[in-house]
Nanobody, 128 residues
C-alpha cells in the first residue's frame, strides 16, 4: 500500500518562500508520477505540477501556468521523497496542498481523478 505524507506548510508573507515535502512509502517509485495539487476554500482541487519518476536518474517535471517560473518540483531518490519549492508566493497561492501519486510516467497527468494515492494535505497561507 502506497502512503504519502506531506509536511512543510505554514504561514508566509507575500513574496516569501516555502518548501513542501512528500514522503512516500510502500514501494519503490520508479515508473510513478508524483503530482502536487491545491485546493482553496470553495474551489475545486487544481493541478500545480508533477514529476515523472521515470528512472533512477532521468525525470521530467511540468507545471500549471499559474505557478510556472515560481514553483519547482524535485525528488530525492534515497529518501523516496518529493519536494515542492514555492518562491515569490502570492496571496492567491493560499490553499491546502496535496501530493498524489500514480503509476505511469509516460504521459502528462494533470487531473485529480488520474491519481490513485493521496496525502493528507498541508495548509499554506500567504498573507498580503
Amino acid at each position: 500500500q502506497v502512503q504519502l505524507v506531506e509536511s512543510g506548510g505554514g504561514l508566509v508573507q507575500a513574496g516569501g518562500s516555502l518548501r513542501l515535502a512528500c514522503a512516500a512509502s510502500g514501494r519503490t517509485f520508479v515508473g510513478y508520477v508524483m503530482g502536487w495539487f491545491r485546493q482553496a476554500p470553495g474551489k475545486e482541487r487544481e493541478f500545480v505540477g508533477a514529476i515523472n519518476w521515470s528512472s533512477r536518474t532521468n525525470y521530467v517535471s511540468y507545471y500549471a501556468d499559474s505557478v510556472k517560473g515560481r514553483f519547482t518540483i524535485s525528488r530525492d531518490n534515497a529518501k523516496n521523497t518529493g519536494y515542492l519549492q514555492m518562491n515569490s508566493l502570492k496571496p492567491e497561492d493560499t490553499a491546502v496542498y496535496f501530493c498524489a501519486a500514480r503509476y505511469g510516467s509516460g504521459s502528462r497527468w494533470t487531473g485529480p481523478d488520474e491519481y490513485a494515492y493521496w496525502g493528507q494535505g498541508t495548509q499554506v497561507t500567504v498573507s498580503s
